[in-house]
């Protein structure tokens, strides 16, 4: 927690309830202009003392400026708005890209202006026509009227290294009305070996599509419902692996993302028969051929590893590891 002028400035937890929701739910929901004003709000600094708690920081911006955010008639989009809202952040005492993550893509400018080119489902996947085979089979609609607001992942691997099962749950926001369903994809390394959806919660399992030669499986995950905009929903589902087919997955774990989400949690959690010699977490920002970041992690007492990104996207983001020896 930060110091400022005497007293602890206040934390998101603390935050007061606002008309529309307490801070902590608008910093997970949005929109950016309701959050910032919440935030501005619990921090109870005026716009002035704001614009000097900046000038601190050799960020220059107007009252006008933040004025406009809060309200909604600007937002922040240029490079060096964003980084002026990066320290805003800081100086509002809310969590690092808690502000920002909520922003989405940059609107177009102009009459002239072309329309945002808008990466495909399969961009991020190597076999992208496989992928799009498969996903021609589905309802891809919903996609793009689905926010992601957060995504975790918890991978169990068997004793003999092959992945058992994957549990993951999801929240997402609707962007617009209508969305009635998510749109899976998974792939193996392991010829004839994909999972079973099991264990699914708030939806239930639509339409599947596989492609057994390239080890790869779409699935729709059909809401309760459609969502109407700015509706919320936490979707649950487990993909297991029949026992004794455990696929290897090149001894890594990836999420792609084409779309950013606000945060992603990634959980491996190891038999105790053995744990790897090296385990690291990486990310490959869309548009890169190699890992740009890179990062150890250490086992816990569970016998796992965990790694958070937030605010990440488009792009992979993974954890992998190495056996000792030539396991």
């Known amino acids: 927690m930060t110091i400022a002028a005497g007293r602890p400035t206040q934390s998101v937890e603390d935050s007061e309830s606002?008309?529309?929701?307490?801070?902590?739910?608008?910093?997970?929901?949005?929109?950016?202009?309701?959050?910032?004003?919440?935030?501005?709000?619990?921090?109870?600094?005026?716009?002035?003392?704001?614009?000097?708690?900046?000038?601190?920081?050799?960020?220059?911006?107007?009252?006008?400026?933040?004025?406009?955010?809060?309200?909604?008639?600007?937002?922040?989009?240029?490079?060096?708005?964003?980084?002026?809202?990066?320290?805003?952040?800081?100086?509002?005492?809310?969590?690092?890209?808690?502000?920002?993550?909520?922003?989405?893509?940059?609107?177009?400018?102009?009459?002239?202006?072309?329309?945002?080119?808008?990466?495909?489902?399969?961009?991020?996947?190597?076999?992208?026509?496989?992928?799009?085979?498969?996903?021609?089979?589905?309802?891809?609609?919903?996609?793009?009227?689905?926010?992601?607001?957060?995504?975790?992942?918890?991978?169990?691997?068997?004793?003999?290294g092959g992945q058992k099962s994957v549990w993951v749950r999801q929240i997402l926001r609707a962007e617009q009305d209508g969305p009635d369903r998510w749109a899976l994809v998974f792939e193996t390394e392991?010829?004839?070996?994909?999972?079973?959806?099991?264990?699914?919660?708030?939806?239930?399992?639509g339409r599947v599509a596989k492609d057994h030669e390239a080890n790869i499986m779409v699935a729709e995950m059909m809401f309760e419902r459609p969502l109407a905009r700015g509706e919320t929903i936490i979707m649950e589902y487990e993909l297991a692996f029949p026992e004794g087919h455990y696929p290897k997955g090149n001894n890594s774990f990836a999420r792609k993302f084409r779309l950013p989400v606000r945060e992603y949690v990634i959980e491996v959690r190891f038999d105790e028969a053995g744990a790897p010699a090296r385990i690291q977490q990486y990310s490959v920002p869309a548009g890169d051929e190699t890992p740009s970041r890179r990062r150890?992690?250490?086992?816990?007492?569970?016998?796992?590893?965990?790694?958070?990104?937030?605010g990440f996207g488009p792009g992979v983001f993974g954890v992998r590891w190495e056996w000792p020896g030539n396991r």
């Not at 809202?85 to 690092?96: A, F, I, K, M, Y």
């Not at 392991?190 to 399992?205: A, S």
């Not at 150890?296 to 937030?310: F, K, M, P, R, Y």
């Open 18 to 160: 606002t008309g529309h929701g307490s801070l902590t739910q608008l910093l997970t929901t949005g929109p950016f202009p309701e959050a910032l004003r919440a935030a501005i709000k619990a921090s109870r600094l005026s716009l002035d003392r704001i614009q000097h708690r900046l000038a601190l920081r050799g960020v220059t911006i107007s009252v006008a400026t933040l004025s406009y955010w809060q309200s909604g008639r600007r937002r922040p989009e240029r490079p060096e708005s964003l980084e002026a809202l990066r320290h805003l952040e800081s100086v509002l005492g809310v969590p690092q890209s808690g502000l920002s993550a909520l922003l989405g893509p940059p609107r177009p400018r102009g009459r002239r202006c072309r329309p945002t080119t808008m990466m495909p489902i399969d961009a991020l996947w190597a076999r992208r026509e496989r992928v799009a085979n498969l996903l021609a089979k589905v309802d891809t609609s919903s996609d793009l009227k689905l926010g992601r607001i957060s995504q975790h992942d918890r991978i169990e691997i068997s004793a003999d």
């Open 296 to 310: 150890n992690l250490t086992l816990d007492s569970e016998h796992g590893v965990h790694a958070v990104a937030l």
């Open 190 to 205: 392991e010829q004839d070996v994909l999972p079973e959806v099991v264990n699914v919660r708030n939806c239930h399992l």
